[in-house]
């Protein structure tokens, strides 16, 4: 059975790192398409090949498009890969641009989970029974709260202060739970097994212990929360964005023909599924489903390499 | 700071402070249960977790309350400017009591149908031992980065599709109460639970396999499944019990998602209204008293729910119970 199982984690490691970078390729593609067909230029109708009459956006994907704005002028002939939004700018363009910003608040807000929820639950597991209790206690009170409500309400209490300050804060408070809780429940058990009574008998004991008894069997728990988290902590950001809470300061509403369709001006992952549920209304579903699925395919990256690092470790074996 | 006067009348914003004077009560309440009972340790075993269940009760209120005041002051966004409509006491508990009866039902369906896939699927891979089951923890990996509005999407698509073909209406009506709304919500809602008690469960199990105790008996030669049952199932209870409290406080988390995206009028979409997020082409009204105790109500359900575990936790290990006795 082991040379299956390592078998297997090497296929989910390739599977994780491939799509690693089959995504960086797709961002560095539309991180190089000019700024006209991302950002600057809103599009009213095209041609497109084999059509015999113009199209309204959104144009759909893999579709070769003779772009013309509401003047109407001729913008030229644009391939898109991912389809349009109803602006007619090219989803790729917008995703790989909203991609960088979203990546650096999750590496943050991981990496502020995994302290507070570090430090958390080795108090929770090592410290003293009064220690543990408070410990416990502030843990419990965070978790009474339903989390999106609870990030909702933090975000929007601390936005004044700064939208990056309050969304690592808003963000971090929900999720540092689960990492202490798994931390604790580790040391707890390290701390019932034979080799940890019997080191203790010997002397052993404080950071010594920690470093020899504990620390190897958190590292592969806490390499698997930390891709875990990365991947919640985008889903959560796709979350919230549905329920329009954004890193980006508006919406801007133009004026397209008779309708007025709203369109993302400040790019970032969450955003772009802001306005999801008037698409959907408008069964528009491809600037939807591509930032919805851009969010699927980062999470699920992280989470096969994740997997894949722990199958490394000798102690998950 | 603006003075809190411990009552309503004349108060700006009634529930407010009634949800403060009730945390304040419940924070009293259990430290006079600590104090009374404390040194009668037969009595306290009995009743200290309730001391503990309140002040964990009257924390969520406090903080809620703290939380809540602070963003309605500070927001510039929608939580900006409370309603001008305020509900009294009686009005409060009502709507909110109705809310949670119908979240209630779809919790209890999500929690019912999650488990059940999420801990069968993991028992049958370890006890299986099959490659292809392998897959099954790739299809759990698909479905928890799977944001639950996508699913959600799908899932209406879903319907739209059952409607194409059989010309029956598979959905519910929209915006009310009937069982074809309540099943779809929660099946959306127990979607990505059942993946994360999958993995938790899967790697407990998988850890426990590891142990000592499990070589010892698979070399005095039991069946795998008697192996699986008594050796690793048996002692990874508590650790089990852990990973399902988790997915349901996920599953909780999600609702008020779930519940605004199929507008099924439960606690989760009540509270995405009372904090003034709105439907679109609707302006939204901020209710903090109402979201206050929307929050109160899912934190008491969780609590309670919390507070069982452990004791069944407790209950399966003992030397869990020991070790958080004992001094360090």
Partial sequence: ????????????????FGLLGALAALVAVGLAEPAKWWSTGIYAFGYVNGSKGPQLPPFGPLSNVDVWTVAPQNAGTHFYLL??????????GLVAHATIPSLELVAIVVAARLVVGLLAGLAMGLGSRLVASISDGIGSWIIGFPYLALAIVV????????????FVVGMSIIGWRDIAVLVAETVERVRTQPF????????????RFFQLHVFPFLRPVLTIEIAFQASAVLVLLAELGYLQVFLGPVLDLRQVGDNTIPLITQLELGQLLALSRRYILYKQMGPVLVPAFAVVAMALAFELVGTALRGRSRFSR | MRAIPFGCRGVQNCGEVLWYNLSLIVLIASLGIVLVFAYFPRIWARVGFLSILGFKMGGVLMATWLVVTYAERTSTGFLSGASAQTLNASALASTILTAAERSLAVMLAGTVVGTAIGLGAAYITVSQKRRSLAAVGFAAAVIWVFPTFLTAVLVQELQAQLFNITGFAVGGSYGSVDPAQAFWAALVLSIRPAAYVYRRARLTLQDAQGEDHVRTAKAKGLPWRQVVNRHIVRPAAPSLTAGWIASFRLMIGSLPLVEFFFAYPGLGMQLVLAIGIAY????????????IGLVAAMAAILLTLEALAKLLQQWLDPRLNELRISPA
């Avoid at chain 1, 975000?155 to 309050?166: D, S, T, V, Y």
């Fill in chain 1, 196 to 207: 940890s009574i019997a080191a203790d008998a010997m002397g052993t004991g404080g950071l």
């Fill in chain 1, 1 to 16: 059975m082991t040379w299956i199982r390592r078998r297997w984690r090497a296929s989910v490691g390739v599977a994780g």
């Fill in chain 1, 155 to 166: 975000i929007e209490a601390l936005a004044p202060r700064g939208k990056e300050f309050a």
């Fill in chain 2, 280 to 291: 679109p082409d609707q302006a939204g009204h901020f209710q903090p008293d109402l979201a």
């Fill in chain 1, 83 to 92: 389809g349009s939004d109803p602006g007619g700018r090219d989803l790729l």
